[in-house]
């Protein structure tokens, strides 16, 4: 079906801004995009939606590499247009779709946009990953989007749900859902689920991960697919190696969420596999610079389940670490989180504080009795770590600062 | 001197620790041990039998439906009572201040019996949520100004059972019309300043654990927590006067 004259005309302006914010150097340009876009037609979302295939990834951590491996194993079989650059509200959504006509579409969405987004873009799919506490003071309680959830998901029947069979406020979040394909990822963040979504009383949790309420029937769904010591165990039985990229236990998890939505989009899951163990850094995560001869790992971490997983990936002792910590909106403005992530893991070492908080940080290191100092300025943290090697793990706008004031080196 | 060991109790950790509530347990006993006191943190989760033998109980910030479970566990062991009775030193913050006192308010804004260890009543609130820094004059001799964060949907009036904590600079705080900030009465001191309050405010730490061995404590080098201190002095202030970062 041709797109009215008013959506083509809107598409066309939103697209040409976007462009000359790229070409001035202000950014992807989206944003800005998407609301020339909107401003000339309102409905522009609704009318580039129709009649398209449309998947969407929302969740705590991991949406932009799960948004990123699912457009992969789709572009086995056809060209797919996707919000790659992280724009996942409403202004990134419309420009993303605007850049083809009918191509299917793979969208990030924020946590809190999602129940709009499933009204608005009637998706094939949706990829719910996990939930957990994160920007409190913006987002607020995390319950309440798992609520939001259910109920977007109750009343859209036709769309195909992906869940975390192992995130209990994932699973109740599906819980109304027509057709569900539960996903067992072998999720260890559990301080957000220790009370009952559904209930609010006591959930059990088994040593394996199974996990029952104790007053009412919400437990663990059985899982179609799950990760397994590193193998996917498909639905009928088949063991896939899964070998990835990008590394830790969290992209493990991802790549089987995005290998399940895959298959339901009729991808063969093998080749789907294929495709997402070939995607490497995303966005700048894990990617490596070279400043003054010394080589700089960059690690994204925005929240105490991402910290948690973060940790695990810095490298060993003695090797000192930078972490950059802001408080700016998109990373929300109260930095309290940083004392329920484990950094007394980072003993033995020294660690450099940086970022808008680095303070905060300080004091938290004091209190865990880690050998720290603070250093203003990502350039001169780096330089303060002395080493050949440095991690430099960081929160949302403090990893883009980190990225952009070591790229201009 | 096993004896000796200051026990710290965290309560619900997975219930009521929603805003790193828990830093505040961390703060407490390192500032035991870098002054060569022993201490131990032992956190009690729900369905657990809480102690009555701890000397010190925290209670941090919660989703209602935790903080609900929370306060009706206490109820029914009566566990914090018989330690307040004790003499147990007790901190609450957020959700913990709510629990503590004699009511506050279920998600749909019908009342939930509280422990009634504070003569404080919490309802529902205005509908916006007080969010942003928070900044009291306290009323307790000997603190320096109180900094911290909150995030709060509830309003607290103070009975006359109890006195406030501080007077609110800057922030919101109990929000019932009239300044105030936390509460306190005897041992029992509660705050809207949710999360590591302590780790901000280190002479209320030391305040509490005064209580706790009997005397006042030697001084410790608090060097980066000033710092930190006067960088959100200043980051209020910023705000106040709506100045740039």
Redesign the interface.
Known sequence: MPLPVRTRVATGAGLAVAALSRRVGAGEGSVIGGRVLLAVDPGALARLAAGRSIALVSGTNGKTTTTRMLASALETREPVVTNSAGANLMTGLVTTLARGAEEPAVLEVDEGLLPKAIVGLHPSVVLLLNLS?DQ??RI????THAQRWRAALEAAPATAVVANADDPLVAWAAGLARQVTWVGTGQRW??DA????NC???IDWADDGAWTC?NCTLARPTAHLSLEDGEVVLSDGRRLTLSLQLPGWPNKANAVMAAAAAEVLGVDPVAALDAVGAVSHVAGRYQVLSVDGMSIRLLLAKNPAGWAEALDLIRPAPMPVVVGINARIPDG??P?????VPFERLRGRLVVCTGDRG??L???L????VDHR?VDGYLAAVRAARAPDVDLAANYTSFQDARRELARG | MADSTVTIALLYP??L???????NA??LA?RLRWRGIGAQVVAF???EVVPTSCELYLMGGG????Q??AARELSESRALHAAVDNGAVVFGTCAGIQVLGQEFANADGSPHPGLALLDVRTVRGPGT?A??ELLSEPLVDGLPVLTG?E?HGAVTHLGSDVRPLGRVVHGVGNGGGDGTEGAVSGRIVATYM???AL??NPALADLLLSWVVGSTLAPLDDT??D??RA?RLRAVKRRRWRLPR
């Open positions: 506490r409190l003071d607020g309680e995390v319950r559990r301080l220790y009370s009952c979504p609010g009383e006591r104790t403005r109260d309290s989180w940083l004392w329920d303070r905060d300080a004091v938290r004091r209190y865990a009795e603070f | 997975e219930l620790g929603t805003y790193g509530d828990g830093g961390t703060v390192e989760g729900a369905g989703e209602d439906g935790p609900a479970l949520r969010i942003g964060y995030n949710h999360g590591p780790a901000r980066e927590v710092e930190l960088e």
